[in-house]
C-alpha cells in the first residue's frame, strides 16, 4: 500500500517449476539477451507429490559464492547470476554483505532453466522490490529463453510485442485438474538448446515456423478460452510433428529411434482411449491423458521396460521464506 516501506531483507528462499513446450522455440536473437525469435508456449509441471522443482537462496553473507546443483561457479564467469543481478543492487544494499547464490534441482527431467532461472528471479523480485514484470523476465532471460513460462505457471503463451517478449498465463493449474502427464524417459544424449537454436534458423522453411507459431498461439489463446485442454494437447502434438521434422530438415534429430517406435505405438492406442503427446529438445515423450487413463499408460511404459513418472501443470514461482 502507498505509503507503506517493505522492509529490508537479507534473503529469499524460493521454489519454481520446470517447463514443457505446447509450442515450441527454435531460434534466439543471440547468446546473450535469448530473446525468442517467434512467438511459443508451454506449461510447468512437477510430480504429484510436488517434488519435481527447483529451490533457490539469493542471500546476502560475509564471503560471496555461488553454488548451483552442488557445483561451486567463479563469480567473474561471463553468464553468472551476479551479472544480471547487478542490475538491482545499490551500494546501499552491499553494506549488508556480498550477495550469494545456493541453488539445487530436484527430480527434474527436463526444463531445469527455466525453473532455475525463474527461482532466481523471483527471488530478486522479492529482495529487491522489482514491480515491472516484464523487465525482470527478459533480464533473466539471458539464463532461459523459456524463463517466464516457470515464472508464471500454467500453461502461458509467449508473443513478440513490438519486438520484446511477453508471457502471459492463459491457465492455471486447477484448470487441467482431470488430466495427468506422463513422461516416457529415455537414455539417449540430448542435443543442447544452443544446437537447435543456432541449426533450425538455417531451414528454408523458417519464416514458415515463425507465421505458423503465431497463429498457433492465436488458437491457443481459443481454445484456452473455452478450457478446451484435449484441444490444446492436440494442438500440441501436431506443433511436435511440425517442429521435428524441421530440425531433421537441418540434421538435427531428436527423436530416436526407441521414441518413434513408442510414438507409433501411442498413435495406435488412441483408437481406444485419448492421449496425446510431445517431445521438446530432450530424450523423453510426454503423453497428456485423462487421470481414469493414467495407468494405461503406465502399463505400456512397463510393458516396452520405459521408465515413466506422472506428471501435472504446476503453478508460479513462489517465495517459501524470507530472512
Known sequence: MPGIERRQINGSETLAFPTIGIVLLGGISDSAKRYPLHN??????????????TRTRLFYSNEQSIIINGKRVDPDEPRTPLHILSKYTSKEEGLNGKLSVFSENKGIISGSSDAGAAALARAAQEMFFINDTRMLENDFRSISES??????????????????????????????????IVAFMFSANRNPSDTIHKNVVKSPNYNKRVSSTAEKCLTLRKLAAKKDIEGIFELAMGDTEEYHSLLESVEVKVITGQMRSLIQKLREERNDFWISYIVTGGTNVFVAA???????LQEIAKSLDIQSRRLKVAGAARVCVDF
Open 40 to 53: 511459443s508456449a508451454g506449461i510447468a509441471y512437477t510430480s504429484e507429490d510436488q517434488d519435481i522443482y
Open 147 to 180: 524463463v517466464g513460462r516457470s515464472l508464471l505457471g500454467g500453461l502461458t503463451v509467449t508473443e513478440l510485442v513490438d519486438g520484446v517478449p511477453l508471457t502471459t498465463r492463459l491457465l492455471g493449474p486447477e484448470d487441467f485438474s482431470n488430466y495427468v
Open 290 to 296: 485423462k487421470k481414469e487413463d493414467a495407468s494405461k
